[in-house]
């Protein structure tokens, strides 16, 4: 089975087809790891949605996952620029693996993953060695043997241009296919700017800025604390930046003139990164705003309004599983022309 898999500082997303779920299957939960505070027992095997109550013994050591591992004191999200190494990094696989293992009976995979631009070169060979293979492991306090038969390393946001593009059995998009794309993907610790034309990746032209969404959301909590006395933790603070306002008493505040402020110093200072690396005005056709920041209606209006001064193509795309579903598709493109 082909999964799609996109493990960021702020979620871990998963994305498959197959028998029973024809449509497309995605699921998403907090990039978090702990250890357990007891072992699990009868009452988490209970729990009604297993993507709730992940937890795996991998190596002898035991770990809650997303948001099982939310309420621990000793959970940790990896901020390591150098995270893909970690072996909480294939936990999490893991983790995402039994749970589709569990949904569909599968034990055998394939999986597409993105790497941030910056380091692409660097982890692509690194992936496909390291999560290939055999791995034996209890899922939920069940035993698993999954294989990982084949692992294909794409960049961050090349899989929103192939979500865009590609259909689920040919191009979607010819024209878009065609175009010279700057791909522009806010994450929540990176933006990465991957050019692509023609299905391929101009790795020449790629970029990673190491700002991403959560500058956005740290200076919004400041905001709200200095003006309203609102203290929000950063996952409540995520919602409020998506929703645009925040509840007092019942009510609905909008934050719009908040988001704006804090987010116009931090949407500048990308795009004068990406002036660095790129000649937008002379070498890009349409730029595609995507991921976390796309998200967030006012960093949205932002990007477009500033990015227009240099393209007039320029598009958001405010779907969190766009580049998961995009790995998924390359990966089926690549298989039914025998490449994976």
């Not at 024209?175 to 990746?201: H, S």
């Amino acid at each position: 089975m082909l999964v799609g898999k996109d493990s960021g500082y702020g979620d871990y997303k998963g994305y498959f087809r197959g028998k029973g779920f024809e449509n497309g299957e995605g699921y998403t939960f907090p990039a978090l790891v702990s250890s357990p505070v007891n072992i699990p027992g009868g009452a988490e095997l209970a729990a009604v949605d297993a993507l709730d109550d992940l937890f795996v013994e991998y190596r002898g050591q035991h770990y809650w996952i997303g948001n099982k591992a939310h309420d621990n004191r000793n959970r940790t999200v990896s901020m390591d620029v150098n995270k893909l190494s970690n072996e909480e990094e294939l936990v999490k696989l893991l983790a995402g693996l039994g749970y589709v293992s569990h949904l569909t009976g599968q034990k055998e995979f394939k999986v597409v993953t993105g790497i941030p631009v910056q380091q692409y070169e660097l982890y692509k060979n690194v992936l496909s060695n390291a999560w290939r293979g055999t791995f034996r492991y209890t899922f939920r306090g069940e035993n698993i043997a999954v294989d990982v038969k084949a692992v294909k390393s794409i960049a961050q946001g090349a899989g929103v241009y192939y979500d865009l593009c590609l259909g689920f059995d040919s191009v979607l998009d010819n024209d878009l296919f065609k175009k010279r794309i700057l791909v522009c993907d806010m994450g929540t610790k990176t933006t990465n700017f991957a050019p692509m034309e023609a299905g391929q990746y101009l790795g020449d032209m790629a970029h990673t800025v190491w700002t991403g969404v959560s500058n956005i959301h740290m200076g919004l909590q400041e905001k709200l604390l200095q003006k309203h006395g609102l203290v929000y933790d950063l996952p409540d603070i995520s919602r409020v930046a998506r929703d645009g306002y925040y509840l007092f008493k019942g009510d609905r505040y909008p934050i719009a003139q908040e988001l704006q402020e804090v987010a116009e110093p931090i949407i500048d200072k990308i795009i004068t990164e990406a002036q660095v690396k790129i000649d937008l005005s002379r070498d890009i056709e349409t730029v595609i705003f995507s991921s976390g920041g796309a998200c967030i209606r006012a960093a949205a209006q932002l990007f477009e309004g500033k990015m227009r001064k240099f393209v007039n193509d320029v598009r958001s795309v405010p779907d969190a599983m766009a580049n998961v579903r995009g790995y998924w598709k390359c990966g089926n493109f690549l298989e039914q022309i025998d490449k994976f």
